[in-house]
């Protein structure tokens, strides 16, 4: 072991002066974490009052046939009015009206026949602020209508009172740090898996296929260092730079959670009471525990599918389908809304840690998760080192031509 | 630190050495002893086998069959022993570009066990025998070829091997930068090592070898020392001697011994993988939802 103490410590210092790997080490996980949690929070903020305070351009057509409606919807305020002569559907798909209401002819004779009549309102479902307008006009057309009841009522010499049904009232039992953990439920438990793979990827290509294409693997295989011993160096030295960025990036969120978490930065704070993340240090040790593991699994995978390259270039070629591998299972759980995972779902390696960090997130402590997952991804990071192993060895790999 | 070499016999030992690739055969029943204080000869063509002779010997790669002894040490029973005998030196070689050349060194004295006090001396030494000790200190991407060469030079016998094996270690080099590396072979001579030139230019194997050993088609043709070479082919000068032996040579075309090429490559076995990959993954998602 002493050798591979050696080879660490050389691959490190060559590693910390090598531009590209600080940057994908050290640089992009202090600074994304914290940028990720602003940045989510205050856009979709932004977005949710832009839309709100946005003049709605209301296109109607028809408009004759009911002036009090017309009137009701001008009065809501943030509304232009613009008269459209026919085709509403084209205006609001061209984007010359953000929504558009179509008057029936016969309203004016439904009003006074007391029937029921029907109001199109169009609208574009693409565009993102589309259901934040259909709200609003939504609820211009219902208080219109209310108004049309209450008068109708009083004029049957009855009371509004005999409306008075049961109401539905939704109250989210979710606390607000549970809002918070599911908001970014997704996202975080997403980098921190890519900081275990990236972190440590460009040291893993540098001191494998970069040695082969530089020349400088065969005089280090032609020291008495045992094969065993380089491997073991060359993987301690990708895990610790993997550590590295899982460590730093979840300093840098549980300083950002601390900060800003409980401010109500997040998510859409400014109108629902404080949505907020804080993270307690234990679950900050378990996401690290966790993390460690990843990146413990991820170095031999991708130290051992470099060394078949021959050059830089063609490593990271052959690296990129590990993104796809490891963010797939990510996609597809968080796309199955339905599924409740299970203990046994735990087992799954990737998988795992991402339910594992979600958990955390969301403050929920469960000894048996965390304990099935660690003890997952240990084994598969076990079988990972052995099967690199086996790769280094042989030597139609090292000198593939 | 290294025991210096201990054996009474020849340094070098090589017996029926054979390395099979896929397909054909690289180096094909190859014998000869080599000496203490000897300047030693592996010349042939592009493709003779010389290097897949040498990784051999220097135990990088493993034998098909035969075997080789350094210093008594079997390269097949004791790898890391003949290792620590071996100094390696080609033109091919690079250097850590990040490292200073006094890193690289020390990097490497390391992995020979080393002591610390004695990597020192060494480096001194082989700074005032290099003339390195004005960039020493710089990282080796500012370097020349010629310094780089002379810092593997430094790095191949840092360790004071018995033997130091030199695959064309002055193919791209300047006259001046080549110069060196012969007169480095002339001081490890002196010093009762056994320098082993593998190489396809016949002038530096000609005015530095004492024997030379002919390799063509992996196997080896001829093995004698150069005057004597000379006389039996009736030639004036090495190359010529080399030409007639090549061109005496008469066998047939190395024939493949296996045509198969292995059906599944990397890249394919890669997609493969990732396909069943995700049927797996997603059956398994199934199955955990019922």
Redesign the interface.
């Given at each position: 072991m002493r050798?591979a103490f050696?080879?660490l410590k050389?691959e490190l210092?060559?590693t910390l002066?090598?531009r590209r790997t600080l940057i994908s080490m050290i640089i992009m996980p202090v600074l994304l974490m914290p940028g990720l949690i602003l940045g989510m929070g205050s856009l979709a903020d932004m977005q949710v009052r832009q839309s709100q305070e946005k003049y709605l351009k209301l296109g109607i057509m028809n408009g004759a046939a009911a002036p009090d409606l017309v009137e009701h919807l001008a009065a809501q305020g943030k509304i232009t009015i613009i008269e459209l002569p026919a085709d509403a559907g084209t205006s609001v798909r061209e984007g010359k009206v953000d929504m558009a209401v179509s008057i029936p002819d016969d309203w004016q004779e439904a009003m006074r026949s007391q029937s029921p009549v029907n109001v199109t309102v169009q609208y574009n479902s693409t565009k993102t602020d589309s259901p934040v307008m259909a709200a609003r006009v939504t609820a211009a057309l219902k208080s219109y209508g209310d108004g049309l009841i209450e008068h109708r009522m009083s004029a049957q010499g009855l009371n509004m009172s005999l409306l008075a049904t049961p109401k539905p009232l939704p109250q989210d039992v979710a606390t607000s740090r549970e809002r918070g953990g599911s908001l970014l439920g997704f996202l975080l438990p997403m980098f921190l898996v890519l900081w275990a793979i990236t972190g440590g990827m460009y040291t893993a290509i540098d001191i494998s296929a970069g040695e082969k294409e530089?020349?400088?693997l065969?005089?280090?295989?032609?020291?008495?260092?045992?094969r065993l011993d380089i491997v073991a160096g060359k993987l301690l030295a990708v895990s610790v730079t993997s550590i590295t960025a899982i460590a730093l990036a979840l300093a840098s969120l549980y300083v950002a959670s601390a900060k800003f978490g409980k401010s109500g930065i997040f998510g859409l704070s400014a109108n629902s009471d404080a949505i907020s993340l804080t993270l307690a240090p234990e679950g900050i040790v378990v996401m690290f525990a966790a993390g460690v593991l990843l990146a413990v699994m991820f170095a031999p995978m991708e130290l051992g599918?470099s060394i078949?390259a021959k050059s830089y270039r063609e490593a990271q070629s052959?690296l990129t389908?590990m993104y796809?591998?490891a963010f797939?299972?990510i996609v597809?759980?968080n796309i199955?809304t339905?599924?409740e995972?299970?203990t046994?779902?735990f087992l799954?390696p990737g998988v795992n840690a991402v339910l594992l960090f979600k958990e955390v997130l969301l403050g929920t402590k469960n000894v048996a998760h965390i304990l099935v997952t660690l003890a997952s991804l240990a084994v598969c990071a076990a079988v990972a080192t052995g099967i690199s192993v086996k790769i280094f060895k042989r030597?139609g790999v090292?000198?593939r031509t | 630190m290294n025991s210096p070499c201990k054996t009474s016999g020849p340094l070098l030992e090589v017996e029926g050495l054979t390395k099979h690739f896929k397909g054909f055969k690289a180096v094909d029943g190859v014998s000869f002893h080599a000496n203490a204080g000897e300047i030693f000869g592996l010349l042939g063509p592009n493709g003779a086998g010389k290097t897949t002779t040498i990784r051999l010997i220097s135990t990088i790669l493993s034998p098909t069959d035969g075997t080789a002894r350094i210093c008594g040490n079997d390269i097949r029973r004791n790898p890391e022993g003949v290792r620590r005998h071996i100094g390696m030196l080609t033109t091919e070689m690079g250097v850590y570009d990040r490292l200073s050349g006094r890193e690289y060194l020390r990097y490497f004295g390391s992995l020979y066990s080393m002591p610390g006090d004695e990597i020192a001396r060494r480096v001194k030494e082989m700074s005032e025998l290099l003339e390195m000790g004005d960039f020493l200190e710089r990282r080796t991407n500012t370097y020349s070829t010629g310094m780089k060469q002379k810092l593997s030079i430094a790095r191949s016998v840092l360790h004071n091997p018995s033997i130091v094996i030199l695959d064309e270690p002055t193919s791209g080099l300047d006259v001046l930068a080549a110069q060196t590396v012969l007169n480095f072979m002339r001081h490890c001579k002196e010093q009762g090592k056994l320098v082993v030139l593998s190489t396809h230019h016949m002038p530096d194997a000609e005015r530095m070898c004492d024997r030379a050993a002919i390799m063509h088609r992996g196997k080896l043709i001829a093995l004698q020392t150069i005057p004597e070479l000379k006389r039996q082919t009736r030639t004036e000068n090495l190359e010529d001697a080399f030409l007639a032996l090549i061109r005496g040579d008469s066998q047939p075309q190395a024939i493949p011994i296996r045509k198969t090429r292995p059906f599944i490559s990397g890249p394919k076995l890669i997609a493969v993988g990732l396909a069943l990959g995700v049927v797996v993954f997603i059956q398994l998602l199934r199955m955990l939802q019922e």
């Amino acid at each position: 072991m002493r050798f591979a103490f050696a080879i660490l410590k050389k691959e490190l210092r060559d590693t910390l002066r090598d531009r590209r790997t600080l940057i994908s080490m050290i640089i992009m996980p202090v600074l994304l974490m914290p940028g990720l949690i602003l940045g989510m929070g205050s856009l979709a903020d932004m977005q949710v009052r832009q839309s709100q305070e946005k003049y709605l351009k209301l296109g109607i057509m028809n408009g004759a046939a009911a002036p009090d409606l017309v009137e009701h919807l001008a009065a809501q305020g943030k509304i232009t009015i613009i008269e459209l002569p026919a085709d509403a559907g084209t205006s609001v798909r061209e984007g010359k009206v953000d929504m558009a209401v179509s008057i029936p002819d016969d309203w004016q004779e439904a009003m006074r026949s007391q029937s029921p009549v029907n109001v199109t309102v169009q609208y574009n479902s693409t565009k993102t602020d589309s259901p934040v307008m259909a709200a609003r006009v939504t609820a211009a057309l219902k208080s219109y209508g209310d108004g049309l009841i209450e008068h109708r009522m009083s004029a049957q010499g009855l009371n509004m009172s005999l409306l008075a049904t049961p109401k539905p009232l939704p109250q989210d039992v979710a606390t607000s740090r549970e809002r918070g953990g599911s908001l970014l439920g997704f996202l975080l438990p997403m980098f921190l898996v890519l900081w275990a793979i990236t972190g440590g990827m460009y040291t893993a290509i540098d001191i494998s296929a970069g040695e082969k294409e530089r020349k400088t693997l065969e005089p280090l295989l032609t020291t008495p260092v045992r094969r065993l011993d380089i491997v073991a160096g060359k993987l301690l030295a990708v895990s610790v730079t993997s550590i590295t960025a899982i460590a730093l990036a979840l300093a840098s969120l549980y300083v950002a959670s601390a900060k800003f978490g409980k401010s109500g930065i997040f998510g859409l704070s400014a109108n629902s009471d404080a949505i907020s993340l804080t993270l307690a240090p234990e679950g900050i040790v378990v996401m690290f525990a966790a993390g460690v593991l990843l990146a413990v699994m991820f170095a031999p995978m991708e130290l051992g599918i470099s060394i078949f390259a021959k050059s830089y270039r063609e490593a990271q070629s052959y690296l990129t389908p590990m993104y796809f591998v490891a963010f797939l299972p990510i996609v597809v759980v968080n796309i199955m809304t339905g599924m409740e995972p299970n203990t046994a779902t735990f087992l799954i390696p990737g998988v795992n840690a991402v339910l594992l960090f979600k958990e955390v997130l969301l403050g929920t402590k469960n000894v048996a998760h965390i304990l099935v997952t660690l003890a997952s991804l240990a084994v598969c990071a076990a079988v990972a080192t052995g099967i690199s192993v086996k790769i280094f060895k042989r030597e139609g790999v090292l000198f593939r031509t | 630190m290294n025991s210096p070499c201990k054996t009474s016999g020849p340094l070098l030992e090589v017996e029926g050495l054979t390395k099979h690739f896929k397909g054909f055969k690289a180096v094909d029943g190859v014998s000869f002893h080599a000496n203490a204080g000897e300047i030693f000869g592996l010349l042939g063509p592009n493709g003779a086998g010389k290097t897949t002779t040498i990784r051999l010997i220097s135990t990088i790669l493993s034998p098909t069959d035969g075997t080789a002894r350094i210093c008594g040490n079997d390269i097949r029973r004791n790898p890391e022993g003949v290792r620590r005998h071996i100094g390696m030196l080609t033109t091919e070689m690079g250097v850590y570009d990040r490292l200073s050349g006094r890193e690289y060194l020390r990097y490497f004295g390391s992995l020979y066990s080393m002591p610390g006090d004695e990597i020192a001396r060494r480096v001194k030494e082989m700074s005032e025998l290099l003339e390195m000790g004005d960039f020493l200190e710089r990282r080796t991407n500012t370097y020349s070829t010629g310094m780089k060469q002379k810092l593997s030079i430094a790095r191949s016998v840092l360790h004071n091997p018995s033997i130091v094996i030199l695959d064309e270690p002055t193919s791209g080099l300047d006259v001046l930068a080549a110069q060196t590396v012969l007169n480095f072979m002339r001081h490890c001579k002196e010093q009762g090592k056994l320098v082993v030139l593998s190489t396809h230019h016949m002038p530096d194997a000609e005015r530095m070898c004492d024997r030379a050993a002919i390799m063509h088609r992996g196997k080896l043709i001829a093995l004698q020392t150069i005057p004597e070479l000379k006389r039996q082919t009736r030639t004036e000068n090495l190359e010529d001697a080399f030409l007639a032996l090549i061109r005496g040579d008469s066998q047939p075309q190395a024939i493949p011994i296996r045509k198969t090429r292995p059906f599944i490559s990397g890249p394919k076995l890669i997609a493969v993988g990732l396909a069943l990959g995700v049927v797996v993954f997603i059956q398994l998602l199934r199955m955990l939802q019922e």
